[in-house]
């Protein structure tokens, strides 16, 4: 019997993230929420990172999405609510999960970390 999470040759590109069809629907789904506008057209061509304000362009590999506020290893999951756009450079600063920890502590209006 043919597993269905595979394709028809027993291979899968399918992790925790989903399948490429999955990561297309969410990166789509970031450049409509937080994309900007271009003047003369409206198209949005630019997206600026949640973390530090830069723009980076829409289409191609200069940003990623990033679970926020609530981290992977905290069991955060890639669903609307919890996404944001992030540049590489922040993407890596911000998977530190120390960093995290600290980042969901604050939201939670701790004073310590409790973990």
Known sequence: MRNPNKGPRG???ANERGNTHDRKVRRAYLIEKHGIPRKSDGKKTR????????FRKAEGA???VD???ICGHLGGR???NNIVPSCCA??????NPA?????????????????
């Open 47 to 54: 997206i600026r990172c949640f973390h530090c304000g830069q």
């Open 90 to 95: 922040c993407n890596k600063r911000c998977a």
């Open 62 to 64: 200069t940003w990623e």
């Open 78 to 80: 890639y669903t609307r």
């Open 67 to 69: 679970r926020w506020p």
């Open 11 to 13: 291979a899968s590109n």
């Open 99 to 115: 960093a995290c920890e600290r980042r969901v502590a604050k939201l939670m209006g701790l004073s310590e970390i409790p973990f």
